[in-house]
């Protein structure tokens, strides 16, 4: 599958962004969603994930309680709505695609990526 992430920019501390990542190429449905981000100098590491069906998900407790991942199997899109934004969630995003049907936080079980959106939060 195919994916586009777009929705970063420039925010002030506190302020919120939405990331949007459109998937194409195969059948949304049949993928659990992630996003991960990495900040410069640091690992990529895991954010937020939601099973196919919407209906679970899973927050890194660094963003638990400011973050709210969604998805729209229509629109073939996952969202990420990020609220009470600090300087510390700069980092480019990414969104993943993955086909284990656990829905997992580790990045080596997801095989398709976008190419990443740079979230900047000035404090």
């Known amino acids: 599958v195919q994916l586009q992430a777009s929705g970063g920019g420039l925010v002030q501390a506190g302020g919120s962004l939405r990331l949007s990542c459109a998937a194409s190429?195969?059948?949304?449905?049949?993928?659990?969603m992630a996003w991960f981000r990495q900040a410069p100098g640091k690992e990529r590491e895991y954010v937020s994930a939601i099973s196919r069906s919407g209906t679970v998900t899973k927050y890194a407790d660094s963003v638990k309680g400011r973050f709210t991942i969604s998805r729209d199997n229509v629109r073939n899109t996952v969202y990420l709505q990020m609220n009470s934004l600090k300087f510390e969630d700069t980092a480019v995003y990414y969104c993943?695609?993955?086909?284990?049907?656990?829905?997992?936080?580790?990045?080596?079980?997801?095989?398709?990526w976008g190419q990443g959106t740079l979230v900047t939060v000035s404090s």
């Open positions: 993943a695609a993955s086909t284990v049907p656990l829905l997992l936080v580790d990045r080596d079980k997801y095989g398709d």
């Open positions: 190429g195969r059948t949304f449905s049949r993928y659990n």
